[in-house]
């Protein structure tokens, strides 16, 4: 059986009666697809311009939030909370961990061997539960990325 496509059929519906019928690429001509190009580009050139002013918009709105000490906003309909960022951990401050005798088993765990060093952020975490010494030094490993913004629009 072949699958169902919109490039591939076109599906006109009266009641329960439906028409399926095939429609041949080759039935364009090239002022049409020239068309549905330039349509394209002027799509494609407005949303790039629209994700490099979310980015800034979203840059502002972190420095302001950062500035109030804040990952809160609650006004005019809108609340805004800045979520944590997806971590990532720097290889040579986790070292330590491996040389520990309390932490080694569960550091070898978090170490996972890709085509270079990447450590388990949930088993991680399970070694900085051991407190100390162990928390700090995955907290000095831990690097943030950028906050996630999440934005609910109250009263709609």
């Known amino acids: 059986r072949t699958r169902w496509t919109p490039e591939r059929y076109s599906q006109t519906c009266r009641g329960e009666r439906c028409i399926v019928e095939e ?3 080759s039935s364009m001509n090239d002022r049409d697809l020239a068309e549905l190009i330039k349509r394209y580009e002027k799509i494609d ?4 311009i629209a994700r490099e002013a979310r980015y800034n918009l979203g840059a502002e709105i972190r420095m302001v939030m950062n500035q109030r000490d ?5 006004g005019d309909g809108i609340e805004l909370k800045l979520g944590l960022g997806k971590p990532s951990y720097n290889p040579d401050k986790l ?7 309390q932490s080694a088993e569960l550091a070898n765990e978090a170490m996972e061997v890709v085509t270079t ?14 407190g100390g010494k162990y928390r700090q030094i995955v ?4 690097e943030r990325g950028l906050s996630k913004i999440e934005i609910t629009k109250k009263g709609d």
């Open 23 to 25: 429609v041949f690429a």
């Open 45 to 48: 050139e407005a949303y790039q």
């Open 70 to 74: 804040s990952v809160l906003f609650i």
């Open 95 to 101: 070292k330590p961990l491996l040389e520990m005798d």
């Open 117 to 130: 060093e990447r450590w388990n952020g949930t088993k991680l975490n399970k070694i900085a539960q051991l």
């Open 139 to 142: 907290e000095d490993a831990t």
